[in-house]
């Protein structure tokens, strides 16, 4: 599939071999896995064989296990389980104990060879102590070295004999075994619990530790209170040590809920990003070691052991080391100043490798090859570097596609099949590339697709190629990206019309796919502070319904129910690797190891998705593979769970029917509380039905208040009075009642609109020319927006609240409509206290406290939104008619009026200055009230309905005045 | 009684994000990682397919309509940094504005109250907070918070538009001076509340209670009472209901909701505030409701997968 360019060469899989570590042997013959119940040593050359056991009696886990890094002491290795460490000799294919060493009283963290003494082996433990064993005399450790706190890793120097370093929590300890009581050095090299610890292999001072902080630091321990620098990376990292080739460093981070695992090669001279990512396990890296390399071979092989039971060999070549030494030549001017040291030493190999007993011929290719990167990389650090680099980082796990890349002759091929058409594509990189020029693109055989679409495509990646090398930018994956959308987008048109099993009324065209700006790839180990996606949900939508979806039934999350779902997206790293063939479910280890099971449908679809995360049922019900040109809608297992639409209004406290059947009447108030009350029995609210039997008690003429202040006390001071009425919204409030509670504070309305009610502030007394008297308050703007025929749109407009209903002036409630001059607190002078007793009177005689008239004012703002939304806008407009502050202001055109009595200039209905009505029908002569129309040209016209009737038999105004309404105004 | 009116085959090629319906509940907007969002005509049980709009290059975390009163919009952000608004003129759907003003996912996007015009809030996996305002003629305002949130924001929501210190009187007649307020939720583990000040937003309040990312936050609507609430839920499986009864809204006080088992990823208010719905990891729906003392109860659970409903209780509060 995608042309990698270090892929690993071997995978084997040891399913029941349920091994917690690795070691691999210092001439890279063979592995020792560490189950339970065996020990398996896997022959590297032919590591598909079966490997050979060593049983074990033992109820304990191996924690460690290492070869004897000394070729003289090649056959043997050390393990440890539990408090004891036993010592293995492997020969001619068959191993057995020969030696326990026994003095720790807990758990045995780690145990490390010496580099420089065969016989040497250094063991650290819970148990606070650091034991230095020679294995010639196992009764008891030469050295103790007491640390007081427990230690979870112990390294020898590689460079220093007596130096061993451990680390406790976030502490590392320097040790020098001839003075074992107390470290030589104390580094505080994180907040939180070290997991790895590696020294350098050519440099005595300088070691690297790994921690749940998130972070690699690197050390020079004689300068324990900074470190050198700092990897930082969004999980924590459970290992990192160096590569026996110079500057590499590989990680393995600790996968966050164990699934995410991240194999990665850094350069240490630019932690910006690594070098390679190594993709295929499926789960957790449990270790990882180097095989030293093979005489005359320039490749590097890294042995990982995985959770998911198998065993890889990754091949790692002098191009990919050579990414280790950076390729820029700042960086390496820098890198070179910065290892000193290291190049001296690389300088004088067989100094530096006479006292590494340790593969020398290993490390002699690495340090020719070194310099040699080196070289390579000042002379040429153009073109194939960078042309190579991008080979190596670029994402091609594409569908259909394959890339060959050759860097030497700077060149690829991408060949595609779609559908029934295949597309094979030569790019040629020229010299210069990626700096301003472009590859150049051609189609070779046995390409299918028409020559129309063959230009079509060539220009699009010309286009896209420039755009790139302009900002001297990699074009690779883009144009492949491009190429491959208009392919797809192709092919989904020739197919359209079988789609799916709607047909689009107006097909919306598919839009060309871009490449993605994304420069990581989807759910990758850069996603980790995006979070884990929804794949259920429910929302409340429109008055009464619940929307909900949820993963489909046949998708199951892949994990124990126990644990909880990932955080973050980068969870779905674990699923990167497309190339493979995802491994059997290995459904009866499942339990017991806390496997993470891929799904296994995951092969017909090489792109990661959240789906991937769940694995889907009914793997009997196998589809065929259908062969190329499949339609991918229709897919065979469903992806997409249903949407479910519940009614739920039954719930809620408002009830849609109410809205339709409750009346606002203010002219006979006993008979709408009777209506109403009804109408509430009807859907069940009794509560509701009781209170409007107590409005219409409250409501009663008898309980009328006098104007008088001095005849009696006001009905509202009475208990059952205000009081009542406050306790009857307080409850509503608690059951968010806002329907009862508009309509109680419309019917008991707090503030009843004087006739002046804007000088009531004391603000703008002018303010009152400007707004129509009360009882038309909200002129009918829409007047102004129906004019001659011409606009008739906007029905969602908010604004079209029209209404006729107006109150008779005649009529005026007791409970609320008051005199003019009745009250005007913005006026804090009254020149008679009767005047404020009055006043005082006036405020007690209210059943709704005036004080919160606002309060009031938004239960009917709030229950006029639920009307709109239940389209019930007439319902809305008699609600908000009650409400003491006007509705937004109207924000399209307003028009004035010359009032047709006094000529002057007024607004609404109403001349502000003779008190009269502003407008006249021209057809009937009598002055408009409700809503008109008129023509913007002539500004004639008269009540709408007589203007609809004359319009639609003339075109001209009819006044006479020869204006074409019609045609004028039409805007 | 609760009753399903419809259940809607998406078709979606992968698993769904989001599901929302529009203002007056007649059409059904979907995203799913599939990188489509689809518009359903639902109107009587019925399923329509109006619109299947493709323009995201990854998947597509969520939805937002518009208020109607500016026209039918839709907006969409996606794992591909981008958020798209969608309109519909003449029938037909097409892209009104497309916003890449940040640097990862956007995680979640949620329009503003209409009495503020068309305005728009983004939360992104950059940490930072975009607002998009419609200023006329196919211009978009914007302002952006930047990291508003460290790590990534997660969830946006827009206040109900009420006036502060709603008793306050006011001069009247002119325009209720509104304040532009929202909160929203991120990967800090904190719940943030933002208000708009002489044209600048400015975080007000800093909520903490949750001890993982803050997965979703919803600001429940008004009926008119002073008191806001805020709903908000992590992935530490809390989700905790924020009241604040001070009309200078300094004073939160947080309670538990409850505590689930897996992390909580969605809250959302029914339109009266009294009703809560809680979905997350564990594929289930609950509800919960505010009885008259103040506490929360569970009055339902919708299981899933059976695509049943086990019953709903109907707590109906009609008895007196």
């Known amino acids: 599939m995608a042309a990698r360019w270090s892929s690993e060469n071997v995978v084997v899989e040891f399913r029941d071999a349920q091994a917690t570590t690795m070691s691999v042997d210092c001439l890279g013959y063979q592995a020792v896995l560490s189950g339970r119940r065996f020990l398996y040593i896997v022959n590297l050359e032919a590591p598909s064989e079966p490997p050979r056991k060593i049983s074990r009696q033992s109820k304990w886990d191996v924690g460690t296990v290492q070869w004897n890094p000394h070729k003289s002491e090649s056959h043997v290795f050390a393990a440890s389980s539990n408090q004891r460490v036993d010592l293995y000799s492997w020969r001619d294919g068959c191993g057995e104990v020969h030696t326990s060493l026994q003095g720790h009283t807990r758990v045995i963290s780690d145990l490390d060879w010496s580099w420089f003494e065969p016989e040497f082996l250094v063991t650290s433990s819970v148990d606070t102590y650091i034991y230095i064993w020679d294995t010639r005399d196992t009764r008891k450790p030469t050295v103790a070295l007491s640390a007081v706190a427990g230690a979870s890793q112990v390294k020898w120097n590689r460079k220093n004999q007596n130096l061993l370093a451990s680390s406790h929590d976030g502490d590392v300890r320097i040790w020098d075994k001839r003075k074992p009581n107390t470290a030589a050095e104390y580094v505080a090299a994180h907040l939180s619990k070290i997991h790895g610890l590696d020294w350098h292999p050519d440099n005595e001072f300088i070691l690297a530790t790994s921690s749940q902080d998130n972070s690699v630091r690197f050390w020079d321990y004689r300068q324990p209170r900074k470190y050198l620098n700092i990897l930082s990376c969004q999980v924590p990292v459970w290992k990192a040590r160096y590569t026996p080739f110079s500057n590499g460093l590989v990680t393995v981070m600790v996968p966050q809920l164990r699934r995410e695992n991240s194999l990665l090669l850094w350069s240490t001279l630019d932690l910006n990003s690594p070098v390679h990512a190594f993709v295929g396990h499926d789960d957790v890296v449990l270790e990882f070691q180097w095989r030293p390399q093979k005489e005359g071979s320039k490749d590097y092989q890294l042995v990982t052991w995985s959770r998911d039971q198998t065993l ?13 030494v950076s390729d820029m030549v700042e960086d390496l001017m820098e890198g070179i100043s910065l290892n000193e040291e290291l190049e001296k030493s690389s300088q004088e190999p067989e100094i530096q490798h006479s006292v590494g007993p340790t593969a020398g011929n290993l490390q002699d290719q690495s340090i020719s090859l070194n310099s040699g990167g080196r070289q390579d990389s000042v002379v040429g650090s153009g073109l194939p570097q960078t042309l190579q680099q991008e080979f190596s980082l670029v994402n091609l ?41 472009a590859p150049t693109f051609q189609f070779v055989s046995p390409t299918t697709i028409p020559s129309d679409m063959r230009i079509k495509i060539q220009k699009i990646l010309t286009d896209t190629s420039l755009q790139k090398v302009k900002r001297n930018q990699n074009c690779l994956e883009p144009c492949v990206r491009q190429l491959v959308s208009c392919l797809e987008s192709d092919m989904t048109q020739d197919d359209g019309p079988a789609t799916g099993p709607f047909v689009l009324s107006n097909p919306v065209t598919p839009a060309l796919p871009a490449f993605p700006r994304v420069t990581n790839t989807y759910g990758s180990y850069q996603d980790a502070n995006i979070p884990f996606p929804r794949t259920s949900g429910a929302r409340f939508c429109g008055t009464g319904c619940l929307v909900y979806f949820t993963r489909p039934i046949t998708m199951h999350r892949s994990v124990p129910p126990t644990e909880p779902t990932p955080r973050s997206l980068s969870a779905l790293s674990a699923y990167h690797s497309g190339v493979l063939t995802p491994m059997k479910m290995r459904s009866e280890s499942q339990s017991t190891l806390r496997l993470y099971s891929g799904s296994p449908t995951r092969s017909d679809k090489d792109t990661v998705s959240i789906s991937s995360f769940y694995y889907k049922e009914r793997k009997s019900r196998r589809f065929k593979t259908k062969r190329e040109g499949t339609d991918y809608s229709n897919r065979p297992i469903k992806l997409a769970g249903k949407v479910i639409i519940q009614e739920i209004s039954c719930l809620l406290p408002v009830h849609k029917a109410l809205g339709e059947s409750y009346i606002l009447n203010m002219n006979d108030i006993q008979e709408m509380c009777q209506k109403n009350a009804a109408a509430a029995l009807l859907v069940g609210r009794r509560d509701v039905a009781k209170v409007w039997a107590l409005a219409s008690a409250a409501t009663s003429q008898d309980l009328s208040p006098d104007p008088d202040p001095d005849t009696e006390t006001p009905w509202a001071r009475h208990p059952f009075g205000r009081h009542l009425l406050e306790t009857l919204l307080d409850h509503y409030s608690h059951m968010s009642d806002v329907q009862t509670l508009a309509m109680l504070c419309s019917v008991f309305r707090a503030q009843p609109p004087p006739q002046d009610s804007y000088s009531l502030y004391g603000h703008h007394p002018s303010r009152s020319s400007m707004f129509p008297p009360p009882h038309s308050r909200y002129p009918s703007y829409t007047s102004s927006s129906v004019t001659s025929g011409s606009c008739s749109s906007t029905s969602d407009s908010i604004n079209t609240t029209t209404w006729n209903t107006g109150r008779d002036p005649e009529h005026p409630n007791p409970w609320g409509e008051s005199s003019p001059d009745d009250y005007r607190y913005g006026n804090p002078c009254y020149t008679d206290p009767r005047e404020r007793e009055r006043e005082q009177h006036d405020m007690n005689k209210r059943l709704l406290d005036p004080a919160n008239t606002l309060q009031f004012d938004d239960f009917k703002k709030c229950y006029g939104e639920i009307l709109y939304r239940w389209r019930l806008r007439e319902k809305r407009a008699d609600v908000l008619k009650f409400a003491s502050c006007p509705p937004e202001p109207h924000k ?77 105004s039409t805007f | 009684m609760v009753s399903v009116i419809n259940t809607v085959d998406t078709s979606h090629e992968d698993m769904i994000h989001d599901a929302q319906m529009d203002y007056y509940g007649t059409r059904l907007a979907t995203c799913s990682s599939d990188r489509t969002v689809k518009i359903f005509d639902v109107r009587n049980g019925g399923q329509i397919l109006v619109a299947d709009l493709r323009g995201h290059e990854g998947p597509v975390w969520q939805v937002a309509w518009a208020h109607p009163m500016f026209g039918n919009i839709l907006a969409s952000c996606s794992y591909d940094r981008k958020v798209i608004i969608w309109k519909e003129e003449n029938g037909a759907w097409n892209k009104m504005y497309e916003y890449t003003g940040h ?7 949620c329009w503003g109250p209409y009495e503020f015009g068309l305005i728009m809030a983004c939360g992104s996996s950059d940490g930072a907070i975009s607002l998009l305002t419609f200023t006329g003629d196919q211009q978009w305002d914007i302002k952006k918070i930047s990291n508003a949130h460290t790590i990534g924001c997660n969830a946006v929501s827009w206040a109900p538009a009420v006036v502060p210190g709603s008793l306050i009187d006011q001069p009247s007649g002119q325009k209720p001076n509104y304040v532009k307020r929202f909160v929203s939720g991120g990967c800090d583990n904190l719940v943030k509340l933002w208000k708009e000040e002489d044209g600048q937003w400015k975080e007000d309040q800093k909520l903490e209670a949750h001890s993982d990312w803050v997965r979703d936050v919803g600001w429940a609507p008004s009926i008119g009472l002073p008191t806001s609430t805020i709903a908000s839920c992590s992935q530490d499986g809390r989700v905790f209901i ?37 979905s997350g990891g564990d594929n289930k729906v609950t509800l919960w409701k505010e009885s008259m003392d103040g506490q929360w109860a569970c009055i339902s659970d919708v299981s899933k997968g059976q695509g049943a409903v086990s019953t709903i209780t109907d707590t109906q509060q009609n008895e007196q």
């Open chain 1, 312 to 324: 890889r060999i990754w091949k790692v070549d002098p191009q990919l080391q050579k990414l280790c």
């Open chain 1, 397 to 437: 796990q594409i569908r259909n596609v394959n890339v060959e890349m050759d860097a030497v002759n700077c060149s690829c091929v991408v060949s595609a099949h779609f559908g029934s058409h295949q597309v094979h594509l030569v790019v040629k990189f020229p010299a210069q590339y990626p700096n301003n020029a």
């Open chain 1, 892 to 968: 399209g055109i307003e028009f004035g009026v010359y009032c047709c009595n006094c000529r002057s200039q007024a607004r609404g209905t109403v001349c502000a200055v003779c008190k009269h009505l502003t407008f006249q029908c021209a057809i009937c002569h009598v002055a408009v009230r409700g809503s008109s129309n008129f023509c913007l040209s002539c500004g004639h016209g008269g009540h709408t309905s007589h203007m609809m009737d004359w319009f639609r038999r003339q075109d001209e105004c009819p006044t006479g005045c020869g204006c074409h309404c019609l045609l004028q």
């Open chain 2, 103 to 109: 640097e990862s996912s956007v995680n979640s996007v």
């Open chain 2, 242 to 278: 924020w009241t604040c009864d001070d009309p200078a809204g300094n004073t939160w006080n947080a309670k538990l909701l409850n505590k689930f088992n897996d992390v909580v990823w969605h809250v959302s208010w029914s339109i009266t505030g009294n009703i809560l719905a809680v």
